[in-house]
């Protein structure tokens, strides 16, 4: 009797393990990377880590459909390699004999990812489900965009520095014409003084009058 | 007794000594002075060490077998580069005149030297300042985090990369299509890419309010843009020694292999690259030392600078390869590691049963038990040696290798900002002297107003520079920089070059030379400088540039392009250039260098019609 009631609840589970087989059409091969991503402080897989991640791929299948009991008996397992990469199936909660189709599978993955791969304390590229592609973090584009700030910022002070310029030099040229007047009547009383005193002074050395081109053409 | 061409009336159109001691006492003269000598210092080894010493210098070194290249470059310093700085900046000094204004005073025949001088600083002016401007766009983009080029965009439904991007790599993709959206073709101009356009404008609006009171501005300037190249590469050579592989990449830095020193194209290299290096024939040397004091010791001078550009070129080269190892570690890191994991993969072994130190026998072993899935696999292979010899020299050192390992480094956007205000200062610097060689002479030679202000000087060249560069903004615009690099900063400058010693010591006349150097500094010049200038540095300048045009002749005109449709992509693929690209070539290279002649033999020719004219009308 009791042997009969051991057969009776080893069967379903025996009837579900023929289901997964590698390369099976509704399937999906999982590969881990633990000692890749954790290095010092990898954890060592075992039943364990097994019974918890067909736990957390129930917990995906039941969010994603919302009603469905999946249990962790919904999840078969097969073809562990020391690697740390297995394939697995999903049989319906309804008939364990039937599989789930592998697109729903997928879209349930996809959905929890995250909360998959943090439970194992990997990543999307260390806890790899073949077949289904990640979704990349789109990269972040500011707007407006940071450079334009900078060139505003440079040809703003660029700017103001060519006005800077522009205004001190007009300023000085003012400055340098006022002086020259003043300087002028001053001169001349001077002059009126040397000619009076009968003292004559040295000319400047006036380049103006020394041309570039001092050769006659012939 | 030394061989003199005849040169009639130059008594007259050069000061004489007492002109020169009267002037300086006075101070008369409107011409423009330096502030101090360190200005003067500063602004020709700015002038002198420009982006070529990061990114060509290192390249020609390891290329060209390693510590032994410094062999033929320090013996080219000395019996080339150095004689031509000490010409440039006596006779610059001797006569005070720019370029134009010194060759005209030499003999008025001699003209065309400075007309070609101010050309060749116009040609290379407009691409060098594009190069400045694409340094610009990095730099305003090192601004933010993480760095622009350190991932690939998504393509539309976000599930992958761009193709263009995942073949090549991110920094390629943002160099080649985000920067500068390259056309397949120099042909295929592909309208105006506004981004370049608006760094173009920044470019040369710096550079004319930087110069925009000539000297009394850039002199101030120099004090940063010289400088900080120096404290940056400092900074770089401590971050780069700390980094992983960097010894690596200096042994392949210095490695030296003797068996390059026979090649003639090392020796040819080392003495294009010293020429190049010193800024020679662009005219701005003469510029500058003409604002000097009468007894300057320009001797002393000349033999400072060539120190400095030497040890220069090698203190960057160092840094360089640090940085270069650090990348090629990285990748061939990466290589292994990728490796490892594709065979752990298929062979379903424990992760960490292949690690780097055994991969090897690993591999061998697996190849050996099982080796049509090792072939299926596709294994690459890593190579170090390959890695450090990738893309290092000019716009691929800098805006793909550097900027790749810069996203290696912790802190990278404070990296990239230092890098490439390094690169920018160095530019800045060198574009002083450019566009003293250009002013200048057009001022000399009547074609700007003489009435005008500096200011209004400056603010119309580079507003006129700045339309004919919008040139290099269009798609094709990086070819246009590599061919203009290619023809107008190589042939004319050698030919200008050669023309001036050749004017200075047998026109000019090396006695008269001889005794101005006494004049001037107290001494004259010993029998190495003779030697040099009379026949040793003319000769190899004379023979760089026959080996030079020989071998251009016999090459058929190719050019490298970014086509993502050829069937090398990610490897530039080599094309001929279109067949009228050659007429392009003379006007480049052919009309600087040819314009000495031609404008000689114009003057001759009006000089002798104006003789028979005047025989004809006084025998009447």
Same mark, same amino acid.
């Given at each position: 009797?009791?042997?009969?009631?051991?057969?009776?609840?080893?069967?379903?589970?025996?009837?579900?393990?023929?289901?997964?087989?590698?390369?099976?059409?509704?399937?999906?091969?999982?590969?881990?990377?633990?000692?890749?991503?954790?290095?010092?402080?990898?954890?060592?897989?075992?039943?364990?880590?097994?019974?918890?991640?067909?736990?957390?791929?129930?917990?995906?299948?039941?969010?994603?459909?919302?009603?469905?009991?999946?249990?962790?008996?919904?999840?078969?397992?097969?073809?562990?390699?020391?690697?740390?990469?297995?394939?697995?199936?999903?049989?319906?909660?309804?008939?364990?004999?039937?599989?789930?189709?592998?697109?729903?599978?997928?879209?349930?993955?996809?959905?929890?990812?995250?909360?998959?791969?943090?439970?194992?304390?990997?990543?999307?590229?260390?806890?790899?489900?073949?077949?289904?592609?990640?979704?990349?973090?789109?990269?972040?584009?500011?707007?407006?965009?940071?450079?334009?700030?900078?060139?505003?910022?440079?040809?703003?002070?660029?700017?103001?520095?060519?006005?800077?310029?522009?205004?001190?030099?007009?300023?000085?040229?003012?400055?340098?014409?006022?002086?020259?007047?003043?300087?002028?009547?001053?001169?001349?009383?001077?002059?009126?003084?040397?000619?009076?005193?009968?003292?004559?002074?040295?000319?400047?050395?006036?380049?103006?009058?020394?041309?570039?081109?001092?050769?006659?053409?012939? | 007794?030394?061989?003199?061409?005849?040169?009639?009336?130059?008594?007259?159109?050069?000061?004489?000594?007492?002109?020169?001691?009267?002037?300086?006492?006075?101070?008369?003269?409107?011409?423009?002075?330096?502030?101090?000598?360190?200005?003067?210092?500063?602004?020709?080894?700015?002038?002198?060490?420009?982006?070529?010493?990061?990114?060509?210098?290192?390249?020609?070194?390891?290329?060209?077998?390693?510590?032994?290249?410094?062999?033929?470059?320090?013996?080219?310093?000395?019996?080339?580069?150095?004689?031509?700085?000490?010409?440039?900046?006596?006779?610059?000094?001797?006569?005070?005149?720019?370029?134009?204004?010194?060759?005209?005073?030499?003999?008025?025949?001699?003209?065309?030297?400075?007309?070609?001088?101010?050309?060749?600083?116009?040609?290379?002016?407009?691409?060098?300042?594009?190069?400045?401007?694409?340094?610009?766009?990095?730099?305003?983009?090192?601004?933010?985090?993480?760095?622009?080029?350190?991932?690939?965009?998504?393509?539309?439904?976000?599930?992958?990369?761009?193709?263009?991007?995942?073949?090549?790599?991110?920094?390629?993709?943002?160099?080649?299509?985000?920067?500068?959206?390259?056309?397949?073709?120099?042909?295929?101009?592909?309208?105006?890419?506004?981004?370049?356009?608006?760094?173009?404008?920044?470019?040369?609006?710096?550079?004319?309010?930087?110069?925009?009171?000539?000297?009394?501005?850039?002199?101030?300037?120099?004090?940063?843009?010289?400088?900080?190249?120096?404290?940056?590469?400092?900074?770089?050579?401590?971050?780069?020694?700390?980094?992983?592989?960097?010894?690596?990449?200096?042994?392949?830095?210095?490695?030296?292999?003797?068996?390059?020193?026979?090649?003639?194209?090392?020796?040819?290299?080392?003495?294009?690259?010293?020429?190049?290096?010193?800024?020679?024939?662009?005219?701005?040397?003469?510029?500058?030392?003409?604002?000097?004091?009468?007894?300057?010791?320009?001797?002393?001078?000349?033999?400072?600078?060539?120190?400095?550009?030497?040890?220069?070129?090698?203190?960057?080269?160092?840094?360089?390869?640090?940085?270069?190892?650090?990348?090629?570690?990285?990748?061939?890191?990466?290589?292994?590691?990728?490796?490892?994991?594709?065979?752990?993969?298929?062979?379903?072994?424990?992760?960490?049963?292949?690690?780097?130190?055994?991969?090897?026998?690993?591999?061998?072993?697996?190849?050996?038990?099982?080796?049509?899935?090792?072939?299926?696999?596709?294994?690459?292979?890593?190579?170090?040696?390959?890695?450090?010899?990738?893309?290092?020299?000019?716009?691929?050192?800098?805006?793909?290798?550097?900027?790749?390992?810069?996203?290696?480094?912790?802190?990278?956007?404070?990296?990239?900002?230092?890098?490439?205000?390094?690169?920018?200062?160095?530019?800045?610097?060198?574009?002083?002297?450019?566009?003293?060689?250009?002013?200048?002479?057009?001022?000399?030679?009547?074609?700007?107003?003489?009435?005008?202000?500096?200011?209004?000087?400056?603010?119309?060249?580079?507003?006129?520079?700045?339309?004919?560069?919008?040139?290099?903004?269009?798609?094709?615009?990086?070819?246009?920089?590599?061919?203009?690099?290619?023809?107008?900063?190589?042939?004319?400058?050698?030919?200008?070059?050669?023309?001036?010693?050749?004017?200075?010591?047998?026109?000019?006349?090396?006695?008269?030379?001889?005794?101005?150097?006494?004049?001037?500094?107290?001494?004259?010049?010993?029998?190495?400088?003779?030697?040099?200038?009379?026949? %040793?540095?003319? +000769? &190899?300048? #004379?023979?760089?540039? =026959?080996?030079? !045009?020989?071998?251009? $002749?016999?090459?058929?005109?190719?050019?490298?392009?970014?086509?993502?449709?050829?069937?090398?992509?990610?490897?530039?693929?080599?094309?001929?250039?279109?067949?009228? %690209?050659?007429? +392009? &070539?003379? #006007?480049?290279?052919? =009309?600087?260098? !040819?314009?000495?002649? $031609?404008?000689?033999?114009?003057?001759?020719?009006?000089?002798?019609?104006?003789?028979?004219?005047?025989?004809?009308?006084?025998?009447?």
């Amino acid at each position: 009797m009791l042997e009969k009631i051991l057969v009776l609840l080893c069967l379903p589970s025996a009837l579900a393990q023929h289901l997964c087989t590698p390369g099976a059409s509704d399937g999906y091969k999982v590969r881990l990377s633990i000692k890749t991503a954790l290095g010092d402080q990898a954890y060592v897989w075992n039943e364990n880590e097994m019974f918890l991640f067909r736990a957390t791929l129930a917990f995906a299948m039941r969010t994603h459909f919302n009603g469905q009991m999946y249990n962790v008996s919904n999840i078969v397992v097969c073809d562990e390699t020391p690697r740390v990469s297995f394939w697995f199936v999903v049989t319906s909660p309804l008939d364990t004999s039937t599989l789930v189709d592998r697109k729903d599978v997928e879209e349930a993955v996809r959905k929890s990812r995250n909360r998959i791969n943090s439970a194992f304390l990997l990543t999307d590229k260390t806890l790899e489900f073949i077949g289904i592609a990640p979704t990349l973090a789109a990269p972040v584009y500011p707007d407006p965009p940071p450079w334009l700030i900078v060139f505003g910022v440079v040809m703003g002070a660029v700017g103001a520095g060519i006005i800077i310029l522009l205004v001190t030099s007009v300023l000085q040229k003012k400055r340098k014409k006022n002086e020259k007047s003043e300087g002028e009547d001053d001169e001349e009383d001077t002059r009126v003084k040397t000619v009076e005193n009968g003292t004559a002074s040295d000319g400047v050395y006036n380049m103006s009058f020394s041309d570039d081109e001092r050769f006659t053409k012939m | 007794m030394r061989l003199v061409l005849p040169n009639p009336g130059l008594e007259d159109r050069i000061p004489s000594y007492e002109d020169l001691d009267r002037m300086e006492k006075e101070e008369a003269g409107d011409r423009p002075k330096w502030d101090n000598k360190a200005q003067y210092i500063l602004t020709c080894v700015g002038f002198c060490i420009g982006i070529g010493n990061v990114w060509r210098f290192p390249y020609l070194c390891q290329s060209h077998g390693g510590g032994a290249f410094l062999i033929p470059y320090v013996i080219l310093l000395v019996l080339e580069g150095m004689p031509l700085l000490l010409l440039e900046f006596a006779i610059g000094q001797r006569l005070r005149k720019g370029s134009v204004g010194v060759w005209r005073a030499i003999s008025p025949y001699l003209t065309g030297v400075g007309v070609a001088s101010m050309l060749v600083s116009l040609l290379i002016g407009l691409y060098y300042n594009t190069l400045i401007a694409w340094i610009l766009w990095y730099l305003f983009n090192s601004f933010q985090s993480p760095l622009p080029w350190a991932q690939c965009p998504l393509n539309d439904n976000g599930t992958g990369f761009v193709p263009e991007c995942q073949r090549s790599s991110a920094v390629d993709y943002y160099f080649y299509r985000v920067t500068l959206n390259s056309s397949a073709s120099i042909v295929d101009s592909g309208g105006i890419h506004w981004p370049i356009v608006l760094c173009l404008l920044a470019a040369w609006t710096v550079m004319c309010v930087c110069y925009i009171r000539g000297i009394g501005t850039s002199g101030k300037a120099v004090y940063v843009t010289a400088i900080l190249p120096y404290i940056v590469l400092a900074i770089f050579l401590i971050r780069g020694l700390t980094l992983k592989g960097a010894l690596s990449g200096i042994k392949f830095l210095f490695t030296p292999d003797v068996d390059e020193l026979m090649k003639p194209t090392t020796w040819l290299d080392a003495g294009a690259q010293v020429f190049y290096a010193f800024s020679l024939a662009w005219g701005g040397l003469i510029s500058f030392s003409s604002y000097n004091p009468v007894h300057n010791n320009c001797m002393q001078d000349a033999v400072i600078l060539s120190a400095i550009t030497g040890l220069t070129s090698i203190y960057a080269a160092t840094v360089t390869y640090t940085i270069i190892g650090f990348r090629a570690t990285e990748k061939y890191d990466s290589c292994i590691s990728d490796n490892i994991m594709t065979l752990l993969n298929a062979f379903e072994l424990p992760e960490d049963s292949i690690s780097t130190s055994n991969y090897d026998a690993a591999f061998n072993h697996l190849n050996s038990s099982s080796p049509d899935i090792i072939l299926a696999l596709d294994i690459k292979i890593c190579d170090l040696q390959t890695l450090l010899s990738e893309g290092v020299e000019g716009t691929g050192l800098a805006f793909i290798v550097f900027t790749e390992a810069i996203t290696q480094m912790p802190g990278s956007p404070a990296w990239s900002v230092l890098f490439f205000i390094m690169l920018l200062c160095l530019g800045i610097s060198t574009l002083f002297g450019n566009i003293e060689g250009v002013v200048v002479p057009l001022k000399d030679l009547n074609m700007l107003p003489q009435k005008w202000p500096q200011e209004a000087l400056t603010g119309v060249t580079c507003a006129v520079a700045f339309v004919i560069s919008l040139l290099f903004a269009q798609h094709s615009g990086i070819y246009w920089v590599t061919l203009f690099d290619n023809f107008a900063g190589s042939v004319p400058l050698l030919t200008i070059g050669f023309f001036e010693m050749i004017a200075v010591v047998y026109i000019y006349g090396i006695d008269r030379f001889n005794e101005d150097l006494e004049f001037m500094v107290g001494y004259k010049p010993s029998i190495f400088w003779q030697v040099t200038w009379r026949f %040793i540095s003319p +000769l &190899i300048v #004379l023979v760089i540039l =026959v080996f030079y !045009l020989v071998t251009q $002749v016999q090459e058929e005109l190719t050019y490298l392009v970014w086509d993502p449709n050829s069937e090398e992509f990610p490897t530039l693929a080599s094309v001929p250039y279109p067949s009228w %690209i050659n007429a +392009l &070539i003379f #006007l480049l290279a052919g =009309v600087p260098s !040819l314009a000495v002649p $031609v404008y000689a033999l114009c003057r001759m020719s009006q000089n002798s019609n104006i003789i028979a004219y005047k025989v004809i009308h006084f025998r009447v």
